[in-house]
């Protein structure tokens, strides 16, 4: 049986040589990309942790509403759950109450509706804390891909300039800037994909917020218009 040895790779034609011997706009392109991507894991890393504490104590807070008693008492138990959107709502609830009394009666009428505004506000601004850094997450899943591809165009034209400069196209003249084209088009796609998969992760999380923010809303008014103040 014969063998047929395999051509060897032309002397330097590895990954790190070629990002080192990278043109300047094959350089720009990367560094860009790198830097989308080390800010696009650094917010996946924060809003990771803020989704979860978020989370835990909202849970404890619905937790605590459900066992009834007075709102003061919720208040006053609930008051180390910082993190909770949830929680946040209550306690602005809790606070137009509190500059508002109306007596020993239920809530009714324009109480009731300064009430209702009060926790409307109040949702707004805890869900776009949550959706906040998110943006760039999208705009680094849509954007990366086009970087990359710029840089992929990049070596494929220095392709093409080393085989006019040699005047053949021998392996020699064109791989090292399809490799390098190659090399765009891998950083986009390691840029893109984490900020898409965790952006859509995040997404789903916040939707998630947002209706129990809503069904939190909903019981905390129904439970305002019977109960005594």
């Given at each position: 049986m014969s063998f047929i040895p395999l051509a060897a790779a032309p002397r330097g034609l590895n990954f790190w040589s070629l990002i080192f011997e990278a043109g300047p706009l094959a350089w720009a392109?990367?560094?860009?990309?790198?830097?989308?991507?080390v800010i696009s894991w650094g917010i996946i890393a924060e809003r990771w942790k803020r989704f979860r504490r978020a989370e835990s104590?909202?849970?404890?807070?619905?937790?605590?509403?459900?066992?009834?008693?007075?709102?003061?008492?919720?208040?006053?138990?609930?008051?180390?759950?910082?993190?909770?959107?949830?929680?946040?709502?209550?306690?602005?609830?809790?606070?137009?109450?509190?500059?508002?009394?109306?007596?020993?009666?239920?809530?009714?009428?324009?109480?009731?509706?300064?009430v209702d505004r009060m926790l409307r506000k109040s949702s707004g601004v805890q869900l776009t804390e949550l959706e906040r850094s998110l943006g760039f997450l999208a705009t680094t899943a849509s954007a990366s891909p086009?970087?990359?591809?710029?840089?992929?165009?990049?070596?494929?034209?220095?392709?093409?300039?080393?085989?006019?400069?040699?005047?053949?196209?021998?392996?020699a003249a064109y791989a090292p800037g399809?490799?390098?084209?190659?090399?765009?088009?891998?950083?986009?796609?390691?840029a893109a994909v984490p900020a898409v998969i965790f952006y859509n992760h995040f997404l789903a999380r916040l939707r998630?917020?947002?209706?129990?923010?809503?069904?939190?809303?909903?019981?905390?008014?129904?439970?305002l218009q019977g109960r005594r103040v």
């Open positions: 392109t990367l560094l860009v990309l790198a830097l989308f991507s104590e909202t849970n404890n807070f619905l937790d605590r509403f459900h066992q009834g008693g007075g709102l003061a008492a919720i208040q006053d138990e609930t008051a180390a759950l910082k993190w909770s959107p949830v929680a946040e709502v209550y306690r602005a609830g809790f606070r137009e109450i509190s500059l508002n009394p109306v007596g020993e009666g239920a809530l009714r009428g324009e109480a009731l509706e300064a086009f970087i990359g591809l710029f840089g992929t165009v990049v070596g494929i034209t220095n392709a093409f300039r080393s085989i006019g400069v040699q005047g053949a196209a021998s392996i399809i490799a390098e084209a190659l090399v765009a088009t891998a950083a986009g796609l390691l998630s917020m947002e209706s129990l923010i809503e069904e939190f809303r909903a019981d905390f008014l129904h439970r």
